[in-house]
């Protein structure tokens, strides 16, 4: 029986939902697209003997709704959820981002949560506002974020968030956000009633549900608070079809495992070289980017990606370096003297990092910026993803599952752009190598 379908607005947080439910115990697999719950496959995923979602514990769909406008996000959501309501589950998670970034116009958390509900029967969504793990706190209904390993901010006055090229968080209040999206009575469950257990949060939340209430934020401050969160909507659940809204949480929320898979003494990597592509322009990624030493390195501009002839000479000089066997990391520039949107940014990114790792065998793939990473696992024709091992915070090593050989079973890392430690790409290049 299923235990649980996801759905992921952008593809880094998909993998760590992935990681988190494997991590559990859970046989869980990505697809690329919705599946059909009818066909069976005889591939190995993780924990399971096949692929077919039927055989799984928990499986989900990795989308780029973030990055997409409502008219689109709605449509593309009532097409998947149609499909994923065929799994006749009690548990529904919409994975969206720990910083809740979104708008109105773009990333509508509210209009595609909606339409999602109405597909599979939910009349009621618990959005969890918060994942300790990553340092992301919910404290009576507003968000706090930590900058990398430092000081935690208010999401509005967080340097990063609060300045995003897309969809920069003016508010930290969450209900006052989601208000703007389209959920004006969004509730509060606050860290005063989660304190009080299990049964006393149970008790409330099927007094609002009887009350009519069909948004309820819950604080998370603590992975204690989780627990308890967790335990109050699998009791629900066994009553009521429930949409969860929010970061990988949700899953350490139902299905708790606090603690990273040991270190592997396992090949993590394939024979060949590494491909890098850092798209996010976040401070902490351009460290990364600057500490990085084992790779042969090449800036590119937002304007050389725009303009063909600019990136079919920087696609020959990839490939050159990447078929004498040398580990490659190509880097956006921070031009900000461009025409180009951010979207269109990313979408050309993707068609590049796919149209290079189409053309050579990689013996590993490392995206670093959500909406690139989103879009070029779309533009690779990539069918479904599993979990490997866990690597660095949000960012586990995950397999590629595909009909092109050398795409089939490559070891891929997909990162956002404030996740992992500064020495991250060197660390993929130090991996333990097996040959394909």
């Not at 697999?29 to 003997?49: F, V, W």
Request: glycine share 8%; hydrophobic share 40%; aromatic share 6%.
């Amino acid at each position: 029986m299923t235990k649980l379908v996801f759905c992921a607005d952008d593809f880094t947080g998909a993998s760590d939902t992935l990681a988190t439910l494997a991590r559990a115990g859970l046989s869980a697999r990505l697809y690329l697209n919705a599946p059909d719950m009818s066909d069976h496959k005889n591939d190995d995923g993780h924990g399971s003997s096949g692929s077919d979602p039927d055989s799984l514990d928990a499986f989900g769909v990795a989308t780029s709704l973030r990055a997409m406008g409502v008219e689109d996000g709605v449509a593309t959501i009532g097409e998947l959820a149609g499909q994923l309501a065929k799994a006749d589950c009690g548990l529904y998670h919409f994975k969206i981002c720990s910083t809740f970034d979104s708008a109105p116009e773009t990333g509508n958390i509210a209009a595609v949560a909606d339409r999602y509900a109405q597909s599979v029967g939910a009349r009621w969504k618990a959005i969890i506002g918060g994942q300790p793990s990553l340092r992301r706190y919910c404290f009576l209904g507003n968000l706090f974020a930590a900058m990398g390993s430092g000081q935690i901010h208010r999401i509005d006055r967080h340097p990063v968030m609060a300045n995003h090229p897309v969809t920069p968080m003016r508010e930290a209040d969450l209900p006052r956000h989601l208000a703007n999206q389209g959920w004006p009575k969004v509730g509060l469950i606050d860290f005063t009633i989660i304190a009080q257990g299990r049964v006393a949060l149970i008790a409330e939340i099927r007094r609002r549900i009887a009350d009519g209430e069909t948004e309820t934020l819950f604080d998370v401050t603590t992975e204690n608070d989780l627990l308890t969160i967790g335990e109050a909507l699998r009791d629900i659940a066994r009553t009521e079809v429930i949409l969860c809204i929010g970061a990988s949480s949700v899953a350490q929320a139902l299905f708790p495992s606090f603690a990273p898979t040991p270190p592997s003494t396992r090949a993590l990597r394939r024979d060949g070289p590494v491909f890098a592509f850092a798209g996010s322009r976040s401070p902490l990624t351009a460290e990364q980017v600057a500490l990085a030493t084992r790779y042969e390195k090449i800036e590119i501009s937002p304007s050389d990606l725009g303009d063909r002839e600019a990136r079919n000479r920087a696609r020959t000089d990839c490939l050159s370096i990447l078929e004498a066997g040398k580990n490659l990391l190509v880097a956006v520039s921070d031009d900000r003297n461009h025409q180009i949107s951010s979207h269109d940014l990313a979408r050309a990114s993707a068609q590049f990092i796919a149209d290079i790792s189409r053309s050579v065998s990689l013996g590993f793939l490392l995206i670093a910026g959500g909406d690139t990473s989103s879009l070029a696992v779309q533009a690779l024709g990539i069918e479904s993803l599993s979990f490997v091992a866990d690597f660095d915070a949000g960012a586990p090593i995950i397999r590629a599952h595909a009909d092109q050989k050398n795409l089939d079973q490559l070891p891929m890392l997909l990162k956002g752009g404030q996740m992992g430690k500064p020495g991250l790409f060197d660390n993929v290049v130090g991996l333990a190598t097996a040959r394909a």
